[in-house]
Each structure stands twice: as structure tokens, then as C-alpha cells.
């Protein structure tokens, strides 16, 4: 059972907590990371959704989930990279880009948001081997230019939620 610490709008912990899958309620938030890891050359490293699962299945995604309850943003970043893609990144090879609030009125296909996401850069040079993760979230991952990733998205084959890479925030990235 995973369990997330509830915040406000303006990011202080309730000392609530919740438990994944119920409703969250309106007014409160989870935690939740995006992680963009980029190499020497400027490519980032791209995940393909497993195809059992529940949402965007076999879509391309940075790496990314909820912050578990008692971590921090950047624990809950290196924690889903370990999970999902198999690397051990290190706190100092992090930088918070920025964070947004998606409230309930954020809706895509249905599903409610009520998260605070906080959007990671993380420098890697080497290679990635998925048999090195700890979940089966990931079907593949690859390296991709941001030309690239720009091209999965006009194909509609980047998770939509991830448009801010270009749309608000584009020049972040490069």
C-alpha cells in the first residue's frame, strides 16, 4: 500500500496522509516528480510505458511518480529513477527546475490531478540497462535528442501531460 503526505496549495504538510487510489480531497495535494536526465551530448533519456499499464500504455514519458510519504522531492525523484530505469543518480547531479500545481480542474481523460510537480534535471553519462530496475513500469528507454522527443509528441506518442517541455518551458531544457 503506497502512501503519499498531503500539502497544501502553498506546499506545507498537513501531517495528513493518503493512501493511493482514493480520492484525494479537493482542497489538499500530493507530491508528485517529473525527472529529465540529460547526457553530455544534450540527449535525454526517454522511457516507453509497459504495456499493462493502466495509463498511456507503451507511451514515452520522462521518469517520473509520487513522492512517498516522509520524502523529500529530490528522494522521491532518485527513488523513481532507481525503480523505473535502473540508475543510482546522485542528489548533487539534481536541479529543480520548477514546480507547478495541477488542482482538480486539471483534467486528463477523466483523472483528476490535485498534485504539486516538481520538475527534475538530472546529468548522466553511461549506459542504461533496465535490468537493473526495480518495477516493471518500463517497457524500453533510449536516449532522444529534443528534436526527437519534439516529434514523438507530434505523434502523439509522448504522454500529452509532458507538453510543458516545449509549450511553457521549452528554453529550460536546452
Known amino acids: ?39 553530455r551530448k544534450g540527449e535525454y533519456l526517454i522511457s516507453q510505458r509497459s504495456a499493462n499499464r493502466s495509463a498511456n500504455p507503451l507511451m514515452w514519458e520522462s521518469v517520473g511518480g509520487s513522492v512517498l510519504k516522509g520524502e523529500s522531492s529530490v528522494q522521491g525523484a532518485i527513488r523513481e529513477v532507481k525503480e523505473e530505469v535502473g540508475l543510482d543518480l546522485k542528489q548533487e547531479d539534481g536541479k529543480l527546475l520548477f514546480s507547478q500545481i495541477r488542482g482538480c480542474d486539471v483534467k486528463y481523460k477523466g483523472k483528476e490531478f490535485n498534485d504539486i510537480v516538481d520538475v527534475w534535471l538530472f546529468s548522466y553519462d553511461g549506459e542504461v540497462n533496465l535490468k537493473n530496475a526495480t518495477e516493471d513500469e518500463v517497457a524500453d528507454c533510449k536516449w532522444m535528442s529534443a528534436s526527437e522527443i519534439r516529434t514523438l509528441y507530434e505523434e502523439k506518442k509522448l504522454v500529452p501531460t509532458l507538453d510543458y517541455f516545449f509549450v511553457n518551458y521549452g528554453n529550460i531544457f536546452r
Open 1 to 39: 500500500m503506497e502512501k503519499w503526505d498531503l500539502y497544501t496549495k502553498y506546499r506545507e504538510k498537513t501531517g495528513k496522509e493518503h493512501i493511493r487510489g482514493e480520492k484525494l480531497p479537493e482542497d489538499l495535494y500530493h507530491l508528485v516528480v517529473h525527472i529529465w536526465i540529460r547526457n
